[in-house]
T-cell receptor, first 113, second 112 residues
């Protein structure tokens, strides 16, 4: 297993379009996290899954954002009606119950024009 | 309000110098703290995780300490190399949640 993977790595879109990102966690990890990182800032938490259940959502996750993890494996993060303020790096991380270290993917960099 | 602060925001040192990066946190009930490295445009790589019951963790040229009473953690890098140039982030578990709460990072440049 090569770690957490994310696709696409880069996405450029026009304001108002919908975008979807995918995260494949480390195979035996049941916990999955999405974070958002803007330039010069640390990552900010968006949402957390344990298996297929979405257990926590940040207030940063507006109505235009939705995340799924249908089979408890990969996860998707969709942003509808993108805005310029959505431009950021979207990071996915995974871990296993009782394991405190989170393993991060390479991120998807979104630019909304 | 939970806060994690990293000062300075940027640091430049000549190659070979020993250096210390600082992380301050407000959650006195902290049960662990992690240090990460982030290269430009890339994801995060976990460096060290210190449990609240520990005072130090070491990995190669890196040594991280945790002092709950003062709300501080330090990352010590010995004999710095140009390859150490990156942004270093510290993070603690968000109070009452499963996710991590990050500082804003220190951008380190090691000059050959």
């Amino acid at each position: 297993d090569t770690g957490v993977s994310q696709n696409p790595r880069h996405k450029i879109t026009k304001r108002g379009q919908n975008v979807t990102f995918r995260c494949d966690p480390i195979s035996e990890h049941n916990r999955l996290y999405w974070y958002r990182q803007t330039l010069g800032q640390g990552p900010e938490f968006l949402t957390y899954f344990q298996n297929e259940a979405q257990l926590e959502k940040s207030r940063l996750l507006s109505d235009r954002f939705s995340a799924e993890r249908p089979k408890g494996s990969f996860s998707t993060l969709e942003i509808q009606r993108t805005e310029q303020g959505d431009s950021a790096m979207y990071l996915c991380a995974s871990s296993w119950d009782g394991q405190e270290t989170q393993y991060f993917g390479p991120g998807t960099r979104l630019l909304v024009l | 309000k939970q806060e994690v602060t990293q000062i300075p925001a940027a640091l430049s040192v000549p190659e070979g110098e020993n250096l210390v990066l600082n992380c301050s946190f407000t959650d006195s009930a902290i049960y662990n703290l992690q240090w990460f490295r982030q290269d430009p445009g890339k994801g995060l790589t976990s460096l060290l995780l210190i449990q609240s019951s520990q005072r130090e963790q070491t990995s190669g040229r890196l040594n991280a300490s945790l002092d709950k009473s003062s709300g501080r953690s330090t990352l010590y890098i010995a004999a710095s190399q140009p390859g150490d140039s990156a942004t270093y982030l510290c993070a603690e578990p968000q109070t009452g949640a499963n996710n991590l709460f990050f500082g804003t990072g220190t951008r380190l440049t090691v000059i050959p």
